[in-house]
């Protein structure tokens, strides 16, 4: 006997094979049958036997041990004392289970939770009394509700409410008018949707406008803020409700379509509050920022003493001249970082790869340039590992994978992505190259690449660092290669480096120089300083070509 084509009821035990739950029980209408997909074992059930855990009425069914097998097999209704209807529920995949006592009252909602796209879990809603049960891998997704329906960027436009209710009462709003959009909801709440979105920054992000349609009450209204807040500039709304009830399928069981779609319409774009009163601020004066500045390694000299450091909401920019040692001088600082404080460190080097990235930091850990094959190095040993473990074990970086390939828009979208992560500290290197492949003119991609760079560290409260190239010098005058003095005006690319800037931190010396220790020898200038205004040179710092170090040179040794 075959497998039946009965309605699926549960998976049990096989006496033939012994195993736990290789047998599946179907219901045929006039019978019970059985197979077995381990050892092929076929037959039929005595009703009764059935029965005991089963009740059936057609094609619908209540099951008390359920399986997301089971659930799939569940039937699929429309919601009529919530007005959403059949083809709503079908859309997203919403199933429902019978009460037992009549097998005709619908008891529970089934809403389904996906990974990638593919369903790995439901979470289970007791329509009276509204307890949720989560059923299936669960915790393996951070995926939307209704998410894998609509493709990212598949409209200009995605609507995010706050229940899965609420996206099928939007959605049942656009079906009245022979429309379908993207509608999702979060799953856990206004109080947990910060980490939901968070998670799923880059596909909303593909959409023009991104509208947050959550409860009209004081949790919704902070949790819509709070989601807002870390959405691209410019694609967030917020619609409020509130007049005709409190969500959106309060509107459609009023009757209030019109009203609905026209607070989506009119959905405000989120911006910050700014306007604020004089009489306000003594705490915000009342903070040293002084307290809050990171410094820099030894290694950069006299930085530390013109700056301060470096503090988050601010940009700095590094420069040199083409192999002056400029990534040398961030690798520097980012093993300083790590060593000395617990920030979490963010890392876009399009000049490297993550492999490269992590052989520079843990050669500076280990006082030695691991990558050149005549210096001793056990990478597959304990030196390897515990090295290994010291610098990346702890989980404090984040390194962007771009594969070689930089001419996608979306760079932008993945540094937002580390600051809502949680990265405090990121570096970018570099952003001549960053630019260098984007449609359109260069000066003006760097122009928004600058501006949007500036307000991620406002708007997450991060310090980034950006590596920048100079011009080529010309008319035969002296090179930066050759040690030439850098201005704010050499720098690469268009003015918006120099204006948006917190800092400009140049290194400078000359590689054709026959002295070694000379040839060793960088020069540090501070070239802005928006914090105590003080610039100029900055003292000098020397490369060992044995250690792969850098170190300060002390102002009355450099001089002589």
């Known amino acids: ?66 399986t997301i097998e089971e659930i799939n097999g569940f039937p699929v209704r429309g919601f009529k004392e919530r007005r959403i209807k059949k083809a709503i529920t079908e859309l997203y995949g919403v199933r429902v289970g019978y009460d037992e006592s009549d097998g005709k009252t619908i008891q529970f909602h089934y809403y389904p939770i996906t990974n990638k796209g593919k369903v790995v879990g439901f979470e289970k809603r007791e329509v009276v009394g509204k307890k949720f049960t989560a059923i299936g891998s669960v915790k393996n997704s951070d995926e939307l509700f209704g998410q894998s329906k609509f493709p990212p960027g598949s409209s200009r436009k995605i609507v995010v409410t706050e229940g899965a209710l609420d996206a099928m009462s939007v959605q049942q709003l656009y079906q009245s008018k022979q429309q379908e959009w993207p509608v999702v909801s979060v799953i856990n709440g206004a109080a947990n949707a910060r980490k939901q979105i968070q998670a799923n920054l880059e596909y909303l992000n593909s959409f023009d406008e991104v509208v947050f349609m959550f409860d009209a009450d004081e949790q919704g209204c902070d949790g819509a803020k709070a989601c807002a807040k870390i959405i691209r500039t410019g694609k967030a709304k917020i619609a409020a409700l509130g007049r005709h009830g409190k969500d959106a399928n309060d509107y459609l069981k009023a009757d209030k379509l019109y009203e609905l779609e026209k607070a989506i319409w009119n959905a405000e774009a989120y911006s910050p509050t700014g306007i604020v009163n004089s009489a306000d601020t003594w705490a915000l004066f009342n903070e040293d920022r002084r307290e809050d500045s990171i410094p820099y390694p030894d290694c950069f000299g006299e930085v530390n003493k013109m700056t301060y450091g470096r503090r988050t909401g601010e940009l700095t920019i590094f420069t040199a001249g083409t192999g002056s040692g400029k990534s040398s001088f961030v690798r520097e600082d980012i093993y300083h970082v790590l060593q000395t404080t617990d920030i979490q460190v963010g890392i876009v080097s399009l000049e490297e790869s993550i492999r490269e990235t992590l052989d520079g930091l843990i050669g500076l850990h280990l006082n030695k340039r691991i990558t050149l094959p005549d210096v001793e190095f056990d990478r597959e040993g304990n030196e390897g590992k515990d090295a290994w473990k010291a610098v990346a074990g702890s989980g404090r970086l984040t390194l962007l994978d771009h594969q070689g390939s930089v001419s996608d828009n979306s760079l932008m979208e993945k540094i937002e992505f580390m600051a809502a992560s949680g990265c405090k500290f990121i570096y970018l290197d570099h952003i001549t190259l960053a ?51 850098i201005t704010e005006d050499a720098l690469k690319g268009s003015g918006s480096l120099k204006q948006i800037a917190f800092q400009i931190i140049g290194f400078s010396r000359n590689k054709y120089e026959e002295d070694e220790f000379e040839r060793q020898r960088v020069k540090i200038s501070v070239l802005k300083n928006r914090f105590t205004g003080f610039t100029g040179p900055a003292g000098n710092a020397r490369f060992d070509s044995d250690t792969g170090r850098l170190t300060n040179v002390p102002v009355e040794f450099s001089q002589l």
Not at 466 to 481: C, D, I, M, N, Q
Request: glycine share 10%.
């Open 435 to 485: 630019v260098s492949e984007v449609d359109g003119s260069v000066n003006e991609s760097m122009d928004k690449l600058m501006s949007d760079l500036l307000k991620c560290c406002k708007r997450f409260d991060v310090w980034i660092g950006v590596v920048s190239h100079l011009r080529k010098t010309g008319g035969g005058a002296k090179t930066f290669e050759e040690g030439a003095n």
């Open 1 to 66: 006997m075959k497998e039946q084509p009965g309605i699926f009821i549960r998976h049990e035990a096989c006496p033939a094979c012994g195993s736990n739950d290789n047998r599946a029980v179907y219901d045929n209408g006039d019978k019970f049958t059985y197979f077995c997909f381990g050892c092929e074992d076929s037959g039929f059930i005595k009703e009764e036997v059935a029965t005991k855990q089963t009740k059936t009425q057609g094609s619908e069914f209540m099951n008390a041990k359920e």
